[in-house]
């Protein structure tokens, strides 16, 4: 099981400081999973379409933890790190590209 923690998530761990990522793919999508310690306390769902990830649902198990963001910066690091462009379809993450302006460059516009 390869664990995956992100730069960004690292400074968004106020109330868990040992979360830890896993980004599982398949041809047509996959999903980032969040722990903290063993406990699975999110996820998040993506879908491919060519070189663009879109980011379909974001689900936090428990609130004000901070785990929705520690999920779609995986996922944004994740698309770095492919050379992907993004189009955040679930509201969660389109308000989190909001929020971080630096990644405008990598996001895919709606025509």
Known sequence: M???TTEL???SRTFVPDMETKIETTNTG???LAFDGEKLVGRLEFSFDGNVM???HTYAFKKGMGIGGVLVSAANDYAVSKGLKVLPVCSF???WYERHLQFMDILERKN
């Open 54 to 56: 879109s980011i379909d």
């Open 30 to 32: 996959g999903k980032v």
């Open 93 to 95: 993450a389109s308000a």
């Open 2 to 4: 390869q664990r995956y």
């Open 9 to 11: 998530s690292k400074k």
